[in-house]
């Protein structure tokens, strides 16, 4: 029989259960900050590409540059891939490019649209991205923006009345 005031061993084992509930409850919500936080700092450069060509679909002329990507051995920008995410450009209206590095044996263009980085270590960039009217593009580089029409390569979509956007790998 139990008294007022006194409490036996399972009253103890009940405190604990709910100190291990809240404890997993707090890890619970600091875990989903830190997964949108990591979520909001990519650096995935694909991703970051399509992120930025979606952004600059309607921003004709405008010159624009990420934050910081990572290369990483067999990282690559597919046009291909950046047109179908955007959900409103054809593929031959994305053009990638070496931009800063077309001359950097690291970065190569293998294929139509496509630069694979290839080198031992990790390298980090940024990316630079132009929307225009194709036949308008390699004047708003050259004229507006003073980049070397290189950057183009062989982007199909440069003589085109359409728009078209080039992604470019510019140094930091």
Do not use: H
Not at 44 to 73: C, H, M, R, W, Y
Not at 113 to 141: M, N, P, Q
Not at 160 to 166: A, F, H, N, V
């Amino acid at each position: 029989m139990r008294f007022l005031g006194q409490s036996g061993q399972a009253f103890d084992v009940f405190k604990l259960l709910i100190a291990a509930v809240v404890a997993l409850a707090i890890l619970g919500i600091l875990f989903g900050i830190l997964r949108n936080v990591m979520v909001g700092v990519q650096t995935e450069p694909q991703a970051k590409a399509i992120e930025f060509v979606k952004s600059s679909i309607n921003s004709i002329g405008e010159l624009k540059v990420t934050d910081t990507v990572t290369f990483s051995a067999g990282k690559s920008l597919n046009a291909r891939t950046i047109a179908i995410e955007t959900r409103q450009l054809a593929e031959d209206q994305v053009c990638v490019s070496g931009g800063d590095f077309a001359d950097d044996e690291s970065f190569k263009v293998v294929g139509q649209g496509i630069v694979v980085y290839s080198g031992k270590s990790d390298r980090t960039t940024k990316l630079a991205v132009v929307c225009d009217y194709g036949d308008r593009i390699e004047k708003t580089l050259t004229e507006d923006y003073g980049k070397d029409s290189s950057w183009l390569g062989e982007c199909g979509c440069s003589g085109q009345e359409d728009r078209c956007c080039l992604v470019a790998i510019v140094r930091n």
